[in-house]
């Protein structure tokens, strides 16, 4: 992705979930980047219990490196593996999920624009009504924003309002929801199962919102077609009403749930997705 050619930089902006990190877990819970020390009672207590501040820099940096290489690793493996497995491999070491998302904060610093924004303004110029599955609901920051009831779904439940379970199997009942969201979460193998959960779970004429990390969809380096990607959505039974490619990082596809489906699940030519890896900075 557009990310990887970016020159290696240390900055020091972060998102919610650093400072629960550092909280919870153990020693590899370091930042990625060295926090600036702007309260000067701060300077004093970390001068005080550490040694020498330049060892302790050198650390913050080598604890940073290993927390962003964690990161990548957890990263790529949820891009390469099936929800169930994901599901598996965060219930076996939960403080990876942690690890991962401090990481992913990392990486959103660095964009211009969150796609989980651009739907939250969508949502504030809908009816606050109207009741949303939040698909891979990461910090659960979408639920936070709006007014709207929200199921916010993922593998692992950072907070109690979270249903933490693989998406390709919700325990929300059918025709329920009105609006399904996947914000950068088509990250399984078996993502088209998510979509034809979130089908499965929506009304009849419920919106489908899906943000795209933009370099998975350009076939000129290797990406989906996204003719062929929407298409495959609309055999599933939902009609394409917009696209927005304006964004340099991701795009943003808006889908209708049909009244009847179109064709057998079976049958639907779904192109592959490659993963986003997202290089050291
Ligand atoms: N939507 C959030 C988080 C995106 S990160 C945001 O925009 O900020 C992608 C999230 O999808 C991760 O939290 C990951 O755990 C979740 N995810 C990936 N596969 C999943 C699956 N099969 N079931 C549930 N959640 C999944």
């Known amino acids: 992705m557009e990310v990887e050619s970016r020159k290696r ?10 400072k629960k990190f550092q909280n919870k877990a153990a020693a590899s819970s370091e930042p990625l980047t ?3 020390q702007s309260n000067p009672d701060k300077t004093s ?9 330049k060892s302790s820099n050198f ?13 990548r690793m957890i990263n790529e493996k949820l891009y390469t593996c099936t929800g169930n497995e994901a599901l598996k491999y965060f219930r076996e070491n939960p403080s990876l999920f942690n690890l991962y998302h401090t990481g992913y904060q990392e990486q959103m610093s660095h964009w211009p624009e969150l796609p989980v924004n651009v ?4 949502l504030k110029d809908h009816s606050p009504a109207l009741v949303v599955a939040d698909f891979g609901c990461g910090d659960a920051r979408l639920a936070k924003s709006v007014k709207n009831k929200v199921y ?3 593998l692992v439940s950072s907070d109690p309002s979270v249903i933490a379970c693989d998406m390709s199997k919700t325990p929300l009942d059918s025709s329920s929801v009105d609006v399904a969201v996947f914000c950068l979460s088509l990250m399984g193998t078996n993502f088209p199962s998510y979509v034809q959960e979130a089908h499965r779970v929506l009304k009849p004429s419920g ?11 350009d076939p000129n380096t290797g990406g989906a077609d996204p003719n062929k990607f929407s298409k495959a959505i609309c055999g599933l039974g939902f009609t394409s009403v917009s696209k927005d490619f304006s964004n340099k990082m991701f795009i943003m596809l808006y889908f209708k749930k049909k009244d009847k489906r179109q064709s057998d699940a079976k049958d ?3 192109p592959e997705l490659k993963p986003c890896l997202y290089k050291r900075r």
């Open 119 to 122: 739907i939250i303004r969508w």
């Open 45 to 53: 207590e970390s001068s005080l219990s550490k040694p020498n501040n």
């Open 9 to 18: 930089k240390r900055r020091g902006g972060r998102g919610k979930n650093h």
């Open 152 to 154: 916010s779904i993922d």
């Open 34 to 36: 060295p926090k600036k």
């Open 59 to 71: 650390l913050d940096k080598m604890k940073a490196r290993l927390t962003g290489g964690h990161f």
């Open 268 to 270: 639907i030519e779904w």
């Open 207 to 217: 919106w489908l919102l899906i943000a795209e990390v933009k370099s998975r969809f």
